[in-house]
C-alpha cells in the first residue's frame, strides 16, 4: 500500500529470510509460532496482524526482523526490509492526533525521508512481556 514502518535499529537485532513456522498452540491470533534460529527457539508474530492491518501472502521479499526487549527476542514477520537509515530527530513529527490512542502508543512519530512518511513503531510497546514469551519459548 506504499505504506512505510521503520523501528529503532538498536532493538532489531538481525533480519533473516522467511522460514518455516511451528504453531503453537493456545497463543493470539497474531502469534504465528516459532523458529529455530541457530539453536534458539524464537516466538514469531504477524506484525500486520499486531497491528489490526490485514495479513497478507509471504512473497520472496518477506523476512523476519529478529527483535530484542529486555532480554527477549521475538521475530516479525514483515512484507520486506528496504533499507537502514540514520533518521535526524528533527525529521520526526509527534503520532498524529487521528490516530487513535492505541494506534498511538504504538507510534513514536512519522519521520519525512526523502518524498516518503515513515511511520516509526514502538516495539517496546508493541511487543509486551506476555507476546514475547510462549510455552516453549520459557
Do not use: F
Amino acid at each position: 500500500n506504499n505504506e512505510y514502518y521503520g523501528a529503532d535499529i538498536a532493538v532489531v537485532r538481525e533480519v533473516v529470510p522467511l522460514q518455516r513456522i511451528t504453531r503453537v498452540p493456545r497463543t493470539p491470533e497474531y502469534v504465528l509460532g516459532v523458529i529455530n534460529l541457530r539453536g534458539r527457539v524464537i516466538p514469531v508474530i504477524d506484525l500486520r496482524r499486531r497491528l489490526g492491518l490485514p495479513s497478507k501472502e509471504a512473497t520472496r521479499a518477506t523476512r523476519i526482523a529478529i527483535a530484542e526487549v529486555d532480554g527477549d527476542q521475538v521475530g516479525m514477520v514483515v512484507d520486506a526490509v528496504e533499507e537502514v537509515a540514520r533518521v535526524p530527530a528533527d525529521a520526526v513529527e509527534p503520532p498524529s492526533s487521528l490516530l487513535s490512542q492505541m494506534d498511538r502508543e504504538h507510534v513514536l512519530g512519522v519521520a519525512k525521508l526523502g518524498s516518503r512518511l515513515v511511520t516509526l513503531l514502538d516495539l517496546r510497546r508493541i511487543l509486551v512481556r506476555e507476546e514475547r514469551k510462549t510455552p516453549v519459548a520459557q
